[in-house]
């Protein structure tokens, strides 16, 4: 019995030590958490300072980029698609372009006045986005196109407009119409060409024949006819003038002689009623 008594008061003797130590561990270990849930916060914070997100604007990715087309009107001589890219790149993410060069007729003439260079007369501008594309149409129609006036295109202007509801399969699609017709149109130039290349020869070989057939007859004397061709040639501009004068004066004349007959019968009539009233007076 007095040993268990002697151990139970050891025990309690030793229990708030036990305690104690436990309780320091526990706030220890709290410390420690704290410590590190610090760390995580102010790693958190810093990642937000670097990334921050901001409100109301959404990236392409999150939401449907539809592209836009814009139409250029007036491309500046020796402008060329790469520098069509890079001055349109700063407004935002350009796609394809597409620039028309010149008709032939009038790259024939520059290059037989000694120029070989090739312009543009119009083009297209995609864009990523097409709420970029009406942004740009907006604010840059009719602004020069140099910020500065030692640059090359500062006298010159855009000439812009956003093409609502059209694709580039449009733009491909008139293109092949337009090569389309370019084909027909010279297919029917060279069947004409060739139509009367060949009504020229049937006539060269049909006067080869006449002349034959005409120098024939000549040998065994028969009497050849040589046909003359009647033609009129048109009236000048004095001789239609003398033929208006002429009609013109027949016309007064005319008239004239017409006026005389009256007068005429009219003293007649006048005389006849003199002579009436005269022998009736006398009576």
């Avoid at 704290?34 to 921050?52: C, H, L, M, S, T």
């Avoid at 006819?225 to 239609?240: L, V, Y």
Wanted: overall charge positive; aromatic content about 6%; hydrophobic content about 25%.
């Amino acid at each position: 019995m007095e040993r268990r008594e002697e151990k139970e008061e050891e025990g309690a003797a030793a229990g708030p030590e036990d305690d104690a130590e436990e309780d320091d561990e526990a706030e220890g270990s709290g410390d420690d958490e704290e410590q590190e849930d610090g760390v995580d916060d102010d790693k958190n914070n810093a990642d937000k300072k670097k990334n921050p997100i901001k409100k109301g604007v959404t990236s392409c990715s999150d939401r449907k980029c539809l592209p836009g087309i814009i139409y250029l009107g007036h491309i500046p001589p020796r402008m060329r698609p790469k520098h069509m890219r890079n001055m349109l790149s700063a407004y935002g993410e350009i796609g394809r372009i597409f620039l028309q060069p010149e008709d032939r007729q009038v790259r024939r003439k520059k290059r037989k006045s000694g120029s070989r260079r090739c312009d543009f007369t119009e083009g297209w501008v995609e864009f990523r986005d097409k709420r970029v594309a009406k942004r740009v149409a907006a604010s840059l129609h009719n602004t020069p196109m140099g910020t500065k006036k030692r640059q090359r295109y500062s006298s010159d202007l855009w000439c812009i407009k956003y093409l609502h509801r059209f694709q580039w399969t449009h733009l491909s699609e008139r293109l092949a119409y337009e090569q389309m017709v370019l084909q027909q149109r010279l297919r029917t130039e060279v069947s004409q060409a060739k139509r009367e290349t060949n009504f020229f020869l049937s006539n060269v070989d049909k006067s080869a024949r006449m002349d034959k057939l005409r120098k024939k007859r000549e040998r065994e004397g028969q009497q050849v006819e040589e046909r003359t061709w009647d033609f009129t040639q048109r009236q000048t501009e004095e001789e239609i003038q003398m033929r208006k004068k002429r009609n013109k004066n027949s016309v007064t004349q005319k008239h004239l002689d017409k006026a005389r007959l009256i007068q005429e019968k009219s003293q007649s009539n006048v005389s006849l009623l003199a002579k009436i009233f005269n022998a009736n007076k006398s009576d």
